[in-house]
């Protein structure tokens, strides 16, 4: 009996990563498939140096530079989400929606996310039709429509790929598919940079990457899995008498909204390099490359970034944890943070708490996003250029995330098989 | 007629792909693993592989004819 439910729970975690690994392999299949009628290799010698075209490919996995069904990727879906999120905290209704009408209230708030994305992908692949206008063979109104409506769909469907990994899958859908495409860059990226370094690279350089390197991965874990410990005391044990005994407490991340923050905020990166495309002005367009990596001196562009994770990990973890819930949770629970009153004060008192915390893991993955950069300028060392803070915080975050669920995933089916 | 056929195809996947009706985990959040899956939810999976499957297969077509 007890083989056969554990081979149950065995084959049903093998479905699960079989049916994340298929989604994957079809997001991979459709970032090659090239939309008809453009000259792809004119189209790729044009733009292979173009910062902003190099950004977006980190997100749609080479998508982007080969122009196929898939390169507008999940980019669309997240700016959408930045969008949504940002309106339900402005706006009455939505916030209503969000935290008064429970599972019901998210799910339209979901579906509004997904008809956002729909628009901005509209609008994105009609620009991306015109922009692409040179390399064009037959370029006319049917041509535009037609790759607005291929670029639009194949977003759509990395958008849906992506929630089938989250429903049915194993791990978070829009993450793991970025993560994927990190890595289906790195091969080209470590070939291009051992043939540029060949010649010059020396044993101290090799040795201060890989210690810099596991030093980021072993700080990006520490930030994951760091959580404080409030005590709680129910009163089940004030009753028996077991004032002293503090094993129940209430776990707090350091790091609430895992890689998310990083995310956005590598998104509205994109916004000064897209908008310095547009315009003709030559000194506003040297303004807006302050903003976006590519000048020299690259202080401003540090200090953005920061301040950008900083917004999006106190944003994030306001939407992921409500203290007030919380305090409420515990007083039905009939438990309380040992020391502190139920109700007002342990409302305030976890704001506080948390509000510390996320100020000191914000600070963390700034910090990490950011030395890659301190490091190259400090000793000229160009291997970081192309897999930079972001994308192994990223990269290491997704892998930390989803190893977790699959465990949580493992215990859960454990419970139940305990129940039954 | 091909193309028809391809336009037909995408405004089809388009369709059911926005009339999917998602679990509220959204964008980043935690995913619920135990949930229950409607009938219909199933049919409009299983239209929906389909359609991404012809979709596919009529982009090649097309742009080994490289007509749009």
Known sequence: MNTSIKSIKKQDLKDRIVFTLFLIVMSRLGTFLPIPGVDH???YQSIISNPLVNFLNVFSGGGFASIGVFALGIVPY????????LATNSIPSLEKLQKEEGELGRQKIVQLTRYVALVWALIQSIGVSFW?????????LNFVFAMSLTLTIGSMLIMWFSEQITEKGIGN??????FINIISGLPKLLQSQIQSTRLNIQALDIFVLVFIFSVMIIGIIFIQEGIKRIPIISARQLGKGQMDNKTSYLPLKLNQSGVMPIIFASAVLVLPAYLAQLVSNEQLRTVLHL???????????????FTLILFFSYF?????????DVSKNLKKMESSIYGVRPGKATTEYLQKTLNRLTFLGALFLAFIAIVPNIIETLTNLSVFKGLGGTSLLIIVGVQVDTSKQIQTYLISKNYETIVR | MLNIIWLITGILLLFAIMIHNPKSQGFGTQNQIFGSTRSAEQTLNKATWFLILLFFILTVVLSINNEF
């Open chain 1, 41 to 43: 290799d004119a189209f």
């Open chain 1, 78 to 85: 997240i700016n959408a989400s930045i969008i949504v999120q």
């Open chain 1, 132 to 140: 692409v206008r040179p390399y064009v063979f037959n370029w006319d």
């Open chain 1, 173 to 178: 859908g829009p993450s793991l598919l970025i």
């Open chain 1, 291 to 305: 903003f976006d990596g590519t000048s020299n001196n690259k202080l401003l562009y540090l200090l953005f970034y």
């Open chain 1, 316 to 324: 994030y973890t306001s939407l992921i944890l409500n203290p007030n």
